[in-house]
């Protein structure tokens, strides 16, 4: 997460327009030919004059640049929403409509992705019909996938269109985390039906705690969109609504199977629990039986070890064998006893 704005931004020097001011890419779109890259003072032209034709511009900017945050309150018309989005610092997934425009929060994984909770990072947009401008604070695997398919030529037609292929992208990605982590929890689940007892444990509450993480800040993605749904801008079309329905429907299944792999990721701890519990009560049930049979051994040892007078058998030359079979007399008696305890539990 990036870190929250200051209160007192407004007040700082402007940046000057040459500055790329973090825009780590930007993309005009006519909804026809191909994408067209701009730069920095490219896309401040454009926000300051847009076009009359029907296109659009995908601005995306890294908020750990020092003059990001001024360049878009210089530059972009940003509604005042999307900078206390980011002072308020809440990750939870949202889309939602301010006036004429749409802010969404949504949440992605690092490109360099390690299987950690803390790999996951928030990335904020504003979509209007003229631009889509999109700020992180750290490399985003989604977002990379879809630049992919733009520089490829497979270009959105409008920004509703762009910001249904970024949920799609996102999806994509989620879709082979939980391919990856099925796997990985197969593989603990082979070992313990393979009755091997180097599990690890520690692997599955990663595992598990990454998936709460996911669901927790993903989970109000499809109602929001839902609202969304209801009271649309007008400038959405008709198309524009089937495709971020479809999205939201698709990732409302993609959280169910997660869902799922985290009931079962539960289940297979408290196996691995039980069986740990089972294993440790087996060991404290021999070692008490160690226990029970060397007391006989002990309680001779510290009698006859005494150094006071009137020690009997001190004096008889077969002592030490009479007391040897005294202590195995014993000794079976003890082992008989907890034969019979084993065999027959009390009830």
Known sequence: MTEPLPRGADTAPLVSPHDNSGLIWGYAFDGAGPATALTAEQAQAWLAAPPSSSGFVWLHFNLSHAHCLRW????????????????????????????????????????????????????????????????????????????????????????PQLLERLLRAQADVLVRIVRDVTQRVDQVEDTMLSGRTHMRPRQLGVLRRLLVRLKRLLAPEPSAMFRLLQTPPQWMRDEDLHALRAASEEFSVFLRDMQSLEE?????????????????????????????????????????????????????????????????????????????KRRNPPS
């Open 72 to 159: 878009l309150q210089q530059y972009a018309a940003l509604d005042e929403q999307y900078f206390e989005a980011m002072r308020d610092g809440l990750a939870s997934t949202r889309i939602e409509r301010m006036d004429d425009a749409l802010l969404a929060v949504i949440n992605d994984i690092d490109f360099d992705f390690h299987f950690e909770s803390s790999d996951i990072h928030t990335m904020w947009i504003q979509a209007s019909p003229q631009w889509v401008i999109s700020a992180r604070a750290h490399p985003l695997r989604s977002v990379d996938a879809l630049r992919q398919q733009i520089r490829q030529g497979d270009t959105p037609e409008s920004s």
């Open 264 to 340: 079962r990721i539960k289940l297979l701890q408290e196996e691995i629990a039980a069986g740990t519990n089972e294993d440790t009560n087996r060991s404290l049930y021999t070692l008490t039986m160690i226990t029970v049979l060397a007391l006989p051994v002990n309680m001779m040892a510290g009698l006859f070890g005494m150094n006071v007078g009137g020690i009997p058998l001190s004096q008889d030359p077969l002592g030490f064998w009479l007391l040897v079979g005294v202590i195995v007399l014993f000794s079976l008696i003890a082992a008989l006893w907890l034969r019979s």
